[in-house]
């Protein structure tokens, strides 16, 4: 002890989307586009003159005329091959008998995978923990960090910029061949991120711990723990907007004329200031003592909770100058500046105790409780009581097993029940609360007035959540095979919900107060398998999991007298209606011949109608049995190491989900029109290919389809990293302790059940931020 002991980490990373979606071309979408308006025409035989006409499209198809006959590719316009990250951390740790400690730096810098986006992320990292035995009996020790975030973003929210791109059509201009940016997509072409301004943002959390253990020396296993946490965020955020113009070709004096772009019309500044603490003391006296075969362990303790958080705003336009980012910089005229802020408070009391007990290593028990106090609910409401208790059998410790079974290192049952609490609820419900706002007349006077915004709830409670495992974990042949498995059933109870659809509004009640009413069961298992083994200079293992988890409605609020299949009551939580779709409407005949909603035709899809009324409408809808929430998720990890050389991996999975991919239903009508996945058009129904397995070309539904659900089924190699270590007698010459590099992926191969034309793991169709792979390359150095 006492030489100080140095490492050092470097990493740089290059990312990427998973998946980078095949959208239309200019000529291809000004087909499906003139489809789409015979159809909105009510497809007329005769005299009906195409919106794009063949000569046009060909124009399209050679690029003879890039400026008014464009096939523009946005994500290639707008997507850098990739992003790049680098990331390094120093770290110095040592000490003696009685003091160590350990100190790390660390920097990130994240840029951006777009062209024209003023897009930067810079972290500095700070860490330092110190552990002193003040005597033989009192010790004490502290952990202390630092974060100091840098963050430069555009105006426009990352997710929503990726959608515009998909989204715009490929007969606009992104850029002039001179240059210019045009305005692309209801003039918010992508490429003039740059020019609207920026969002930056500034903050420095610390979070710090002390703690302090004293060992009574009068009574043998007994301890006093104390610790404190003090929790603090400081965040400046400063959104700067401007003018921002575009060019647009004039086909009459052949100039590019400037236009005036759709966000801000002058330059405005929003000065936000945001601070959260967190303050959390907790003491705890501790017992443990061994009487032979009896081991016997308790503990009990307290802690109380505080947070509070603080917001300050200040706004501003018509600034001077469109270059200097400050407040004062604005105008001082009233209209044009504005300020607000707001304050909160919240607590928790909590009280806490554990006993247990084993004999021999071999029959173990263990019994705990919380006592929980939250500022949440009002007083007689405020305190839970939340018990716990397990027993476990190591069945493997019974003679009869250890002397007849001898490959058998561990065979343990367990059984648990326990009940916890939830107070993560919108504060202060128990109140009655009042607003500002509103006109009143007095004589022949508008006076502003305050009036009752909530109808307060003064019952309301923890909500609780009571869990029942079974558990079984073995282990063969000193390691080489294991297994864990959890079998769980969970009750929660009196979940605070609203009962607005059984209450009309017609008694008065437009927003009535959450109730403790609700319940939800849910059930499942979990499973891990695992295999290791040396072999001379080999190493390896191997490692799988597997969970299943169903959840179900028991109680919730419902709509009186709706059809059966619509109640979520014995659902998944989360549970959405759709129109059942029975395929598509090949043919004239069978339109005529099927009930359908207003405004479909051949081509279109088929609905079924679930009450047989002869009328399509939301009575036909029924809730979906699956959500985007897996039922299984399952896992394998594999691990290799021959002599310095080391390889891991990591394949994830799930399956019993289901995604709606919404953004691209209906997208070439109106004022609007968006671009579609080739997938979709490719296989799209026309009179020429009534066998096509997509609906038609700007297709009506009456509202979500299950068509439009899929299958979220996937499996992906999340990681694959591979490393080398320098040999020792290498490294000691280079007075190193050691040094190894690797190269390293994340996201980079995935296999869909269904969908191919964007990443499984995304719930919303095209109103995403792409999932990313990434590859990395870096070094660990230890000296």
Not at 19 to 24: R, T
Not at 112 to 141: C, E, M, W
Not at 287 to 300: L, S
Not at 589 to 605: C, K
């Amino acid at each position: 002890m006492g030489k100080p002991e140095f490492s050092l980490g470097f990493n740089t990373a290059f990312s990427s989307p998973t998946i980078k979606p095949k959208m239309l071309d200019a000529a291809t979408y000004a087909q499906v586009y003139n489809e789409g308006d015979w159809y909105r025409k009510g497809r007329p035989e005769t005299n009906y003159t195409p919106v794009y006409s063949d000569e046009v499209i060909q124009k399209f198809r050679d690029g003879s005329d890039p400026i008014l006959y464009p096939n523009t590719n946005w994500l290639d316009e707008t997507l850098k091959p990739f992003a790049l990250q680098t990331r390094t951390n120093f770290q110095v740790s040592g000490g003696t008998e009685t003091v160590r400690y350990l100190v790390s730096f660390g920097a990130l810098t994240q840029g951006s995978g777009f062209y024209h986006q003023p897009v930067k992320n810079h972290q500095y990292t700070v860490r330092a923990n110190i552990n002193v035995d003040l005597s033989k009996n009192l010790t004490f020790g502290a952990n202390i960090s630092t974060i100091i975030n840098n963050q430069q973003h555009t105006t426009v929210a990352t997710w929503i910029n990726f959608s515009n791109i998909l989204l715009s059509s490929p007969t606009l201009v992104a850029k002039y061949p001179n240059g210019l940016i045009a305005g692309g997509r209801l003039g918010e072409n992508p490429l003039l991120l740059d020019q609207r301004g920026t969002n930056k943002i500034k903050s420095t959390p610390m979070y710090s711990t002390f703690i302090a253990t004293y060992k009574i020396p009068w009574v043998k296993g007994l301890k006093l723990e104390g610790s404190f946490n003090y929790d603090i965020n400081n965040q400046f955020e400063k959104l700067f907007n401007l003018p921002y113009y575009y060019y647009e070709y004039n086909t009459v004096s052949k100039e590019y004329d400037k236009r005036s772009g759709t966000g801000a019309s002058t330059v405005e500044l929003t000065d936000t200031y945001s601070r959260w603490t967190t303050m959390l003391y907790n003491f705890r006296l501790l017992y443990e003592q061994q009487f032979g075969k009896h081991h016997v362990g308790a503990m009990i303790g307290q802690e109380q909770q505080r947070n509070t958080y603080s917001y300050a705003m200040a706004y501003r336009k018509n600034f001077i100058s469109s270059t200097i980012d400050q407040i004062n910089v604005g105008s001082s005229a009233a209209e044009d500046k504005n300020n607000g802020g707001s304050a909160s408070i919240t607590a928790r009391n909590n009280f806490f105790g554990r006993f247990n007990y084993d004999y021999s290593s071999k029959y173990l028990v263990e019994l705990l409780f919380r006592y929980d106090g939250s500022q949440n609910f009002p007083s007689g409401k405020r305190y839970g009581f939340f018990p716990a208790g397990s027993i476990g059998w190591r069945i493997s410790e019974e003679p009869f097993l250890k002397e007849n079974c001898n490959f058998l290192d561990q065979l343990k049952l367990r059984l648990s029940i326990g009940q916890t609490g939830n107070d993560r609820i919108a504060s202060y419900q128990y109140l009655q609360s009042y607003s500002f706002g509103g006109n009143y007349v007095f004589g022949t006077s508008d006076a502003s007035g305050i009036y009752a915004n909530t109808m307060p709830n003064p019952n309301i409670t923890w909500e609780k959540s009571t869990k029942f495992d079974f558990g079984l974990d073995a282990s063969l042949w000193n390691g080489l095979l294991g297994m864990e498995l959890t079998l769980f059933k969970e009750k929660r109870t009196d979940i605070l919900a609203a009962r607005n659809l059984s209450v009309p509004e017609t008694l008065g009640f437009s927003a009535l107060p959450d109730e403790n009413i609700g319940e939800v069961n849910n059930k499942g298992f979990e499973l891990k398998l695992s295999h290791h083994q040396t072999l001379n200079d080999w190493f390896y293992s191997i490692e799988g999991n597997m969970s299943y988890a169903k959840n179900e409605i028991v109680y919730m609020d419902e709509t009186p007298h709706a059809e059966a299949y619509q109640d979520k009551t014995g659902r998944p939580v989360g549970a959405d209606l759709y129109y059942k779709a029975d395929g598509l409407f090949n043919t004239q005949e069978e339109l005529d011949a099927y009930p359908h909603a207003n405004g479909t035709q051949v081509g279109d899809i088929k609905v079924i109608d679930l009450n047989d009324d002869g009328v399509i409408n939301s009575d036909d809808q029924f809730r979906f049995d699956y959500t985007s929430t897996p039922r299984f998720v399952f896992g394998l990890s594999g691990y290799v190491k021959y002599k310095n050389i080391d390889l891991s991996l990591f394949f994830q999975g799930q399956t019993g989900a289901y995604n709606y991919d919404a953004e691209f239903v209906n997208n070439m009508g109106g004022a609007d029109p968006k671009n579609a996945f080739v997938d979709r058009a490719a296989n799209r129904w026309t009179v020429n290919n009534p066998n096509g397995t997509m609906p038609r070309a700007d297709a009506f539904q009456p509202g979500n389809t299950t068509f439009f659900l899929y299958d979220a089924t996937f499996i992906r190699l999340k990681t694959l990293e591979l490393g080398y270590t320098l040999p020792t007698s290498l490294t000691s010459r280079l007075q190193l302790g050691s040094l190894r590099i690797y190269v390293s992926g994340f996201n980079l191969l995935t296999w869909a059940k269904e969908i191919k034309y964007i990443d499984p793991e995304i719930n919303g169709g095209g109103l995403y931020y792409p999932q990313q792979r990434v590859f990395n390359v870096g070094l660990n150095v230890k000296f």
